[in-house]
């Protein structure tokens, strides 16, 4: 199977600190997406990294990649309760539309 | 706008039932997907359209039947399903434009429990 695997599973810290999350797959991609997931809701796109890519910024997020190692990671900087939710990599099967979800990471932001 | 509509947002139904969920978009995006998601597990494919046809059927079982009526909608029908189909149904759009895939919009899903 393609799907990613994230680690952690789970990752609990205080207001303030830095979260960083990984995901790892199996095949080539063309891209890597970061989707957060608040409880029992629908996935909110955070941000796509294309193959030839290594790194992103988007506000406090910062995505790196490297195909290399079929991995990438997550960081939030400065995080704040509101960043509590789950946490997934989704990767593209080349010229598919399809996507493959890794098992997230559920990250809890203490205030 | 960027939203992905689902309805209802909740759905209780027996074994014997029959009943649909609709999703929405007016993004003019040409791809819409399904997904089932059990909880704190991540979503899993189950249906592609693309251009409203059906490109991509992930061996979801026939009590499942998408239908896509135009390119602003998508349905899923849902026939003598079992208790263990119960989950998060989510629908999605993308641009579906060209050979690379991209960014996926998000319905707040559906809360199907089968009894």
């Known amino acids: 199977s393609q799907q990613g695997e994230e680690d952690p599973q789970a990752l609990s810290i205080q207001e303030g600190e830095n979260a960083t999350m990984n995901c790892s797959y199996k095949?080539?991609?063309?891209?890597l997406q970061w989707y957060r997931q608040n409880s029992g809701r629908g996935l909110v796109h955070l941000i796509l990294?294309?193959?030839?890519?290594r790194e992103k910024h988007s506000g406090r997020l910062r995505v790196t990649l490297d195909t290399s190692k079929k991995s990438s990671s997550l960081l939030i900087t400065a995080s704040r309760a509101a960043d509590t939710a789950s946490y997934f990599c989704?990767?593209?099967?080349?010229?598919?539309?399809?996507?493959?979800f890794g098992t997230g990471t559920r990250l809890k932001v203490l205030a | 706008d960027t939203e992905v509509t689902q309805t209802p947002k909740h759905l209780v139904m027996g074994m014997t039932n029959k009943k649909s969920l609709k999703c929405e978009q007016h993004?003019?995006?040409?791809?819409m997907y399904w997904y089932k998601q059990k909880a704190k597990k991540p979503p899993e494919l189950m249906f592609v359209?693309?251009?409203?046809?059906?490109?991509i059927n992930e061996s979801v079982p026939s009590r499942f039947s998408p239908e896509c009526p135009n390119s602003s909608l998508l349905n899923l029908h849902l026939h003598a399903l079992q208790p263990e189909d119960s989950a998060l149904y989510l629908c999605?759009?993308?641009?579906?434009?060209?050979?690379?895939?991209?960014?996926?919009?998000f319905g707040p899903g559906t809360r199907l429990t089968v009894l």
């Open positions: 999605a759009s993308s641009q579906g434009v060209g050979s690379f895939t991209d960014t996926q919009y």
């Open positions: 095949t080539s991609i063309n891209n």
């Open positions: 990294i294309r193959s030839n890519e």
């Open positions: 989704a990767t593209d099967a080349s010229g598919t539309y399809k996507y493959i």
């Open positions: 993004m003019g995006h040409r791809a």
């Open positions: 359209y693309s251009y409203e046809k059906l490109s």
